[in-house]
């Protein structure tokens, strides 16, 4: 079965897990633009994305307009519920789903999908059950990382780069 749905944690696979405040209470986050031209070069290929994070904050809302995900959910204390839902939607299974995330709250979610991606920087409790451990930290290209093994697991190499040439 070929990966369909690509998962992916905000804070710390997204980020760098730093959350900034301004002295008026903004809360700042940075992207990496590597990461979401990946993001958007595995949607041209015809394949589906989705933000599961337990945060809420209107910058993540943002980014994901930006980057045109249509399966957004925030403030979720149960990932992998959200996800099994979201699969039951979309008639795929576990089977098609390529999952990031860097921490405790992860956990399940990771477990559950067919293959898991942690970022270097990810809880090495996390890093016991990932099936990869990525060589990028998060917010450092790590889900561009993820994006690229899975184009090339998924033999899809000539098609990503045809994208852009």
Request: charged share 30%; no cysteine.
């Amino acid at each position: 079965m070929s990966i369909e749905l690509v998962v992916l944690d905000v804070d710390g696979t997204m980020t760098d897990s730093r959350i900034t405040y301004s002295e008026k209470g903004d809360e700042i986050k940075s992207f990496n633009v590597k990461d979401g031209l990946a993001i958007a070069s595995w949607r041209k290929l015809g394949k589906q994305v989705a933000i599961i994070t337990g945060r809420s904050s209107e910058i993540v809302a943002r980014r994901a307009k930006e980057l045109h995900i249509e399966h957004f959910y925030q403030g979720v204390h149960n990932k992998r519920e959200v996800l099994e839902k979201l699969l039951e939607n979309l008639d795929l299974t576990m089977d098609n789903v390529a999952a990031i995330g860097d921490d405790l709250n992860d956990l399940q979610m990771l477990k559950a999908a067919k293959i898991s991606f942690v970022p270097r920087d990810a809880s090495a409790y996390v890093d016991k059950i990932a099936t990869v451990i990525l060589s990028k930290k998060g917010g450092d290209g790590a889900v561009r990382e993820m994006i690229e093994k899975l184009i090339v697991q998924e033999g899809l190499e000539k098609k990503y780069l045809d994208l852009w040439l």
